[in-house]
T-cell receptor, first 115, second 115 residues
Framework: AQSVAQPEDQVNVAEGNPLTVKCTYS??????LFWYVQYPNRGLQFLLK??????LVKGSYGFEAEFNKSQTSFHLKKPSALVSDSALYFC?????????????FGSGTRLLVRP | DTGVSQDPRHKITKRGQNVTFRCDPI?????LYWYRQTLGQGPEFLTY????????KSRLLSDRFSAERPKGSFSTLEIQRTEQGDSAMYLC?????????????FGQGTRLTVV
């Protein structure tokens, strides 16, 4: 069965510092991987995805993520955090063999960027 | 607004009552998904439609839940005889299958509170 683990409930970082939000996955075969962000009282917003090709994926708002097949990880990164990045971040996986294209989400990581 | 819209945003109901939620997907999208998100958890897949056909239902979707997507446009999710355990955020998402960009776009959700 597919699963996604986000080992940190919360990540705290100072504005201007680099940030990393961790994600590991378990899926048979090669996965599609996604990051979404959720602001208070808002729906999930798509940030970036890994489908194939370059292991470093760049997305919205300066975020990027690195796919590491040997470690089954897809960590979200940003070189310089902003206070406005404070939100709930979800990693998700999609099984390439599943024609439904449904997403399996992690439990989320709350990012708090302090001024 | 050309995004996914959901109505109502909030619903408070007494246990045992029936509720119905509506989702209007992005107009050209052929896939529509329902997810449920409880506090502190990531969204969990409930069901999805390809045009008007409901193709998969999660085991989370008990007999009290029914979803429809008449004419392949908007969708409704009905919960009969609500229970306190049904309290959650219900998220709708849509996507366009058959192109390179198949990521799902989410609505803002309907927060259900059963008292």
């Amino acid at each position: 069965a597919q699963s996604v683990a986000q080992p940190e409930d919360q990540v705290n970082v100072a504005e201007g510092n680099p940030l990393t939000v961790k994600c590991t996955y378990s899926v048979s075969g090669n996965p599609y991987l996604f990051w979404y962000v959720q602001y208070p009282n808002r729906g999930l917003q798509f940030l970036l995805k890994y489908i194939t090709g370059d292991n470093l994926v760049k997305g919205s708002y300066g975020f990027e993520a690195e796919f590491n097949k040997s470690q089954t990880s897809f960590h979200l990164k940003k070189p310089s955090a902003l206070v406005s990045d404070s939100a709930l971040y979800f990693c998700a996986v999609r099984d390439r063999m599943d024609s439904s294209y449904k997403l399996i989400f992690g439990s989320g990581t709350r990012l708090l960027v302090r001024p | 607004d050309t995004g996914v819209s959901q109505d109502p945003r909030h619903k408070i109901t007494k246990r045992g009552q029936n509720v119905t939620f509506r989702c209007d997907p992005i107009s050209e999208h052929n896939r529509l998904y329902w997810y449920r998100q409880t506090l502190g958890q990531g969204p969990e897949f409930l069901t999805y439609f390809q045009n008007e056909a409901q193709l998969e239902k999660s085991r989370l979707l008990s007999d009290r839940f029914s979803a429809e997507r008449p004419k392949g446009s908007f969708s409704t999710l009905e919960i009969q005889r609500t229970e306190q355990g049904d309290s959650a955020m219900y998220l709708c998402a849509s996507s366009l299958i058959g192109t390179l960009n198949t990521e799902a776009f989410f609505g803002q959700g309907t927060r259900l509170t059963v008292v």
